[in-house]
């Protein structure tokens, strides 16, 4: 490579950067609509099967097949709100006897501190402060941030309307970049859910065995949160431990197998069957994905931490179709020599999609 291409490779190199950091200013400061919109855009992929399915196999007319997959989604995620919603308002009404096991949570420490010669700390108003009051208010505001998340997603709906209405039924394959990029995340929406809906069900019986409170709530928990990647399935396997803390039967033996058990049912769901069930869809390295985990996150909050693998692997696809930023494509899959050494005649052949 000469002086010149190397050059040029900087100079590219260096415009994507800034191109890269204006892209993100744009997209924080667009999120109100960026947010709902690319959610809707992620929903159509993935009802859009169960839509063509209506319309070859029971020859429904497209609209009522949409109007029908729109039903459908509405009712799932309107039973999965309300039973989140409802079950954080029952914990806020109960707060009284949260705040008196954690008072008594607090004198067993106090005692075991006393008894190994450290310092016992005050427990006046429970534990770490948290009265009755602060903890009930506490569990309103999670309560309102559920409501607040549902509000969004009125735009959602919204845009999830015109997306659907307006597209035709299709007999085949999408052409084109979008025929690339739209199975691989319809793949990546499908085993997600199959696996998260898995994981849910599994952390659910094995807390319900246990005699845990509120095990198919946590178990909904686990669900949702295994839609972000590693963060979530760590606060799955921690959600219940206060509960179980909580509990003045729960024996050591209990707390273990709380975080043991599901902990196991998450490590082999996520590490063992989601890379093998996934494949090539998203073909991005662990450290990419953490990486893109952060990045999302303080982008678009939340949304942006569950988002973060499959636009990340769009993005890796469309750097993929160009000579100039496939190493970048191919850093994004964890290939770091290809940065190293740059584009060679060798790239052409690797299959990054």
């Known amino acids: 490579m000469n002086l010149t291409e190397r050059e040029q490779r900087i100079q590219t190199v260096c415009l994507l950067v800034l191109a890269g950091l204006g892209a993100a200013a744009g997209l924080w400061w667009f999120r109100p609509v960026l947010v709902p919109f690319v959610l809707s855009v992620f929903f159509a992929i993935g009802l859009t099967p169960v839509v063509d399915f209506q319309v070859r196999r029971w020859k429904l007319p497209h609209v009522l097949a949409v109007a029908t997959t729109l039903l459908l989604a509405l009712v799932v995620l309107g039973g999965i709100g309300l039973l989140v ?15 008196e096991r954690l008072g008594e949570l607090a004198e067993r420490v106090s005692a075991w501190l006393t008894a190994a010669g450290a ?9 770490f402060g948290l009265s009755a009051e602060r903890l009930g208010d506490l569990l309103l505001r ?27 039924t299709r007999t ?12 691989a995340i319809r793949n990546y929406i499908v085993v ?18 246990l005699g845990v409170d509120l095990a198919m709530v946590f178990g909904l928990l686990a669900f949702l ?9 760590i606060a799955g396997v921690l959600l219940p431990l206060p509960v179980v803390l909580l509990d003045p039967e729960a024996t050591w033996v209990t707390v273990v197998a709380v975080l043991a058990l599901p902990g196991g049912v998450q490590f082999v ?8 069930m996934t494949g090539k869809s998203c073909r991005l390295h662990a450290i990419t994905v953490l990486l893109a985990l952060i990045f999302w996150g303080m982008l678009w909050g939340v949304v942006g931490m569950v988002l973060a693998t499959p636009m990340t692997a769009v993005i890796r696809v469309l750097l993929s179709k160009s000579d100039v930023t496939r190493p ?17 005649s060798g790239d052409a052949d690797l299959n990054l999609d």
């Open 85 to 99: 919603s409802t079950t954080v308002r029952q914990m806020a009404a109960n707060a009284d006897r949260y705040a």
């Open 119 to 127: 310092p016992a700390p005050s427990v006046g108003g429970g534990l």
């Open 142 to 168: 999670i309560a309102n941030a559920v409501m607040g998340i549902l509000s969004d997603g009125v735009m959602v709906f919204i845009f999830l309307c015109f997306l659907l209405f307006g597209a035709r």
């Open 172 to 183: 085949g394959p999408a052409a084109g970049l979008w025929g690339e990029i739209e199975p």
């Open 192 to 209: 997600k859910i199959a696996l998260s809906a898995a994981t849910g069900i599994l952390t659910g019986l094995l807390l319900w065995m």
């Open 225 to 233: 949160l295994n839609f972000i990647p590693s963060i979530g399935s």
């Open 269 to 276: 769901i996520g590490n063992i069957l989601e890379p093998r």
């Open 328 to 344: 970048m494509a191919r850093l994004l899959a964890g290939d770091v020599g290809a940065v190293v050494s740059g584009a060679g």
